[in-house]
């Protein structure tokens, strides 16, 4: 994964200019439109519509859309749609025009952050009304959003590492990181043929397919043992080995380190004798 540190979206460059609930329903119908800032909307229920000249896109629960300066887009609600709304400014020009993030655990994280941060943190005249109260650049509220909405730009940011790759790769990715499949099963899947599969992964990463999951596989182990209290044992058999030798002789091929030293290299804390981290 390529060092993007010199490139993240520094606080002073991301200034929001509103941010609140969205709420529609089948009677309401918005016109083509564009603005001179992002927008970015999380779904919490229901769904909606946004037409764009470079496709439909429809926002379903626990999904995420950013829409960039520019970009002419109208929608509708096939159903009662709840969620949150942000208006920005910031200098993004590595992203694309317009970009959805299906529903996982990557979004359903973000999205319970905001939450989490806006029930916990802000007064009841924000957003304890039900009817929409917003924040706008007025309030020094503002800040703490400002820096919430960075480290998702962040985010998604690293998740453009692999935007080469054609969005159902990516989507499916995503709603299996652990890589619990093989080349043909996630080329079925996908709906290519293998070669085509295969030929796609390499002019997009470099790799070929099998190395390109395996690296994807080792990625998520590591996310697990620096970040989850799962037993090494428990983790090498989510990543569906029959045992912890497996697991580990995969993971010091990929890392130069057993499971064991790279977890405690990150936290200093040897497993119990149970396997859990006290």
Known sequence: MKNSTAELPDMSRVQICYWGYAKGDPSIRVKAHTHD?????????????????????????????????????????????????????????????????????FTKGIIQAAKTILETTFPTRFFGNPQGVVILPQDRYQTIMEYYLAGVLDACRQDQNYSP??????????????????VSEAAEACHYSRNHFCVLIRQ???????????????????????????????????????????????????????????????????????????
């Not at 790759?165 to 499949?181: G, T």
């Not at 044992?233 to 499971?259: A, D, K």
Request: with cysteine; hydrophobic share 30%; charged share 20%.
């Open 204 to 278: 997009a990463t470099g790799q070929s397919a099998r190395d390109f999951l395996r690296s994807r596989r080792g990625e998520y182990a590591k996310r697990l043992l620096r970040y989850s209290s799962k037993s090494i044992g428990e983790i090498g058999e989510e990543l569906g080995y029959s045992n912890q030798f497996h697991f580990s002789s995969f993971f010091r091929e990929m890392t130069g380190m057993s499971p064991r030293e790279y977890r405690k290299s990150h936290f200093g804390t040897p497993e119990t004798e149970s396997g859990k981290i006290e």
């Open 37 to 105: 800032f992002y927008q970015m909307n999380f779904a919490l229920s229901g769904s909606c519509i946004f037409r764009t000249a470079s496709g439909e896109y429809s926002l379903k629960e626990n999904e995420i859309l950013l829409l960039s300066p520019g970009v002419q887009h109208s929608l509708h609600y096939p159903e009662s749609h709840w969620g949150y709304t942000c208006k920005f400014y910031a200098s993004l020009p590595d992203f694309p025009p317009v970009w959805h993030f299906p529903a996982g655990d």
């Open 165 to 182: 790759l054609p969005q159902e790769i990516r989507d499916y990715l995503n709603r299996h990181p652990s890589c619990l499949f093989s």
